[in-house]
């Protein structure tokens, strides 16, 4: 996550490397200690799922299709539920207790049912009869994806190592400990009832102390992409309970959330609304706070005199080019997952206002506002910050031996005077026709006589 900056940041002053410390390790400390008291305990709670369907792996032999009977008779206008897929398909067993048998199932039918073909590697599930145990159906699940998952799994891997080699290396591992914590603190103390809201900013708080310091080093210029994350994540939560509370957003705007209820009902749907409000804005709040902070880094190192406010200005300006696309892209990533609802929408009847204000399509408004703000006020308070650091102890700093010379600035009398001279008779001639300058008038510039059009 975020951007790459090869070239190391110069060290800060010890003095602004202690400040950074003494800031910084508190924060680290006290999100240590939050995750350990909001760490679940006991295991997940059990939720009434169902009975555990048996699923083996398989390959299909044989498929026959066959022309389905006539369906009776319904009501015109009432939707097909199947494709008039009929006839069998003989996969053989792969795993399990029934390995090298041939098993006969039908034709998958229905809405989202696999297409299968002689060869297709599958997933079958045996389902029982329960007046009659010992009468078992075999059926087609779904296709087997773990084969091609991990060839792409391994292209994505080794295209990131060959282009950032051991950055690219130290993003995989970043991104190795966000899931970590996600699947092993995150979701897990939600389940367990904590507060989504909560645990959801220590999570966020975790992954970014982890990722940023394992991508970037442990340097001041990654001690204020920090501290710039850490202030925008507050900011975001507050803004997304003041939102969520003003639009009166109870968290069942997806079919997802429903069935969660049903399934765990003592889960709080709002709180994990405002949680997958902060954890969907880390992801670009980590990108715009390192680009910022490797900006001003940037800007010092090629103009050394720049001051604090002039540093501030021109980083800002970067960030709000930045801000402009990266806006767009919120709202997009935000309507592709979202294409299902937006389709379904279109089809309503109702009205565009009442459309637009309905639950479904609130809550997705407002995530997305929500996480454009805690953008927007991530640039200033990194760039503010960075400006700080990156210009502390540079005033009485000595310019290194190799540092180019500064350019000198022409008298102002002087450029005037050539500027109003007129032309003399032999101006157009080649360069080389004319005659050389006395040498008292070789260090003046700009000569009065000389044409500053280009000779061919």
Same mark, same amino acid.
């Given at each position: 996550?975020?951007?790459?900056?090869?070239?190391?940041?110069?060290?800060?002053?010890?003095?602004?490397?202690?400040?950074?410390?003494?800031?910084?390790?508190?924060?680290?400390?006290?999100?240590?200690?939050?995750?350990?008291?909001?760490?679940?305990?006991?295991?997940?709670?059990?939720?009434?799922?169902?009975?555990?369907?048996?699923?083996?792996?398989?390959?299909?032999?044989?498929?026959?299709?066959?022309?389905?009977?006539?369906?009776?008779?319904?009501?015109?206008?009432?939707?097909?539920?199947?494709?008039?897929?009929?006839?069998?398909?003989?996969?053989?067993?792969?795993?399990?207790?029934?390995?090298?048998?041939?098993?006969?199932?039908?034709?998958?039918?229905?809405?989202?049912?696999?297409?299968?073909?002689?060869?297709?590697?599958?997933?079958?599930?045996?389902?029982?009869?329960?007046?009659?145990?010992?009468?078992?159906?075999?059926?087609?699940?779904?296709?087997?994806?773990?084969?091609?998952?991990?060839?792409?799994?391994?292209?994505?891997?080794?295209?990131?190592?060959?282009?950032?080699?051991?950055?690219?290396?130290?993003?995989?591992?970043?991104?190795?400990?966000?899931?970590?914590?996600?699947?092993?603190?995150?979701?897990?103390?939600?389940?367990?009832?904590?507060?989504?809201?909560?645990?959801?900013?220590?999570?966020?708080?975790?992954?970014?102390?982890?990722?940023?310091?394992?991508?970037?080093?442990?340097?001041?210029?990654?001690? +204020? =992409?920090? *501290? $710039?994350?850490?202030?925008?994540?507050? %900011? !975001?939560?507050?803004? @997304?309970?003041?939102? #969520? &509370? /003003?639009?009166?957003?109870?968290?069942?705007?997806?079919?997802?959330?429903?069935?969660?209820?049903?399934?765990?009902?003592?889960?709080?749907?709002?709180?994990?609304?405002?949680?997958?409000?902060?954890?969907?804005?880390?992801?670009?709040?980590?990108?715009?706070?390192?680009?910022?902070?490797?900006?001003?880094?940037?800007?010092?190192?090629?103009?050394?005199?720049?001051?604090?406010?002039?540093?501030?200005?021109?980083?800002?300006?970067?960030?709000?080019?930045?801000?402009?696309?990266?806006?767009?892209?919120?709202?997009?990533?935000?309507?592709?997952?979202?294409?299902?609802?937006?389709?379904?929408?279109?089809?309503?009847?109702?009205?565009?206002?009442?459309?637009?204000?309905?639950?479904?399509?609130?809550?997705?408004?407002?995530?997305?506002? +929500? =996480?454009? *703000? $805690?953008?927007?006020?991530?640039?200033? %308070? !990194?760039?503010?910050? @960075?400006?700080?650091? #990156? &210009? /502390?102890?540079?005033?009485?700093?000595?310019?290194?031996?190799?540092?180019?010379?500064?350019?000198?600035?022409?008298?102002?009398?002087?450029?005037?005077?050539?500027?109003?001279?007129?032309?003399?008779?032999?101006?157009?001639?080649?360069?080389?026709?004319?005659?050389?300058?006395?040498?008292?008038?070789?260090?003046?510039?700009?000569?009065?006589?000389?044409?500053?059009?280009?000779?061919?």
């Amino acid at each position: 996550m975020g951007s790459d900056h090869t070239r190391p940041a110069p060290s800060a002053p010890p003095r602004v490397r202690r400040i950074l410390v003494v800031t910084v390790v508190p924060l680290f400390v006290a999100t240590v200690l939050a995750a350990v008291l909001l760490w679940p305990r006991g295991g997940s709670p059990q939720t009434d799922g169902g009975a555990d369907v048996p699923r083996y792996p398989g390959t299909v032999t044989r498929v026959v299709n066959e022309p389905c009977p006539p369906a009776a008779s319904v009501p015109e206008g009432t939707p097909r539920v199947g494709n008039g897929r009929c006839g069998t398909v003989d996969v053989r067993v792969d795993d399990g207790p029934t390995a090298g048998q041939q098993v006969r199932t039908p034709v998958p039918d229905g809405p989202g049912a696999p297409r299968v073909e002689v060869g297709d590697e599958v997933i079958l599930v045996e389902l029982t009869d329960p007046t009659d145990p010992s009468t078992s159906n075999w059926n087609i699940a779904e296709h087997q994806r773990g084969t091609p998952m991990i060839w792409l799994a391994v292209v994505f891997a080794a295209a990131i190592v060959a282009f950032g080699r051991w950055r690219g290396l130290a993003a995989l591992a970043g991104l190795a400990a966000s899931f970590a914590i996600l699947l092993t603190f995150v979701l897990p103390g939600i389940g367990a009832g904590r507060s989504p809201l909560l645990v959801a900013v220590v999570g966020a708080a975790l992954i970014m102390f982890v990722v940023l310091y394992l991508t970037h080093g442990v340097t001041a210029q990654t001690s +204020v =992409a920090v *501290l $710039g994350t850490l202030g925008s994540l507050v %900011l !975001t939560g507050v803004l @997304a309970t003041i939102a #969520t &509370a /003003a639009t009166h957003l109870t968290g069942f705007g997806s079919e997802d959330a429903t069935t969660l209820s049903m399934f765990q009902g003592d889960v709080d749907l709002h709180g994990l609304l405002l949680a997958g409000i902060i954890i969907g804005s880390l992801g670009v709040l980590d990108d715009v706070t390192v680009t910022q902070a490797a900006t001003v880094t940037e800007l010092a190192n090629a103009n050394p005199g720049l001051t604090r406010l002039q540093l501030y200005r021109a980083a800002t300006r970067v960030g709000r080019a930045h801000i402009a696309s990266t806006v767009n892209t919120i709202v997009l990533a935000y309507a592709g997952a979202s294409l299902p609802l937006l389709l379904l929408l279109t089809a309503d009847a109702r009205p565009i206002g009442q459309i637009l204000t309905s639950e479904f399509l609130a809550q997705e408004i407002v995530r997305s506002a +929500v =996480a454009t *703000l $805690g953008l927007i006020a991530a640039v200033p %308070l !990194t760039t503010g910050l @960075a400006a700080v650091v #990156t &210009a /502390a102890g540079r005033t009485d700093a000595v310019p290194p031996a190799d540092a180019p010379a500064a350019r000198p600035q022409p008298d102002r009398s002087e450029a005037l005077a050539a500027l109003s001279s007129p032309r003399t008779a032999g101006s157009n001639k080649p360069d080389r026709q004319r005659a050389a300058p006395p040498p008292e008038a070789a260090d003046r510039w700009p000569e009065s006589n000389r044409s500053t059009d280009t000779a061919w």
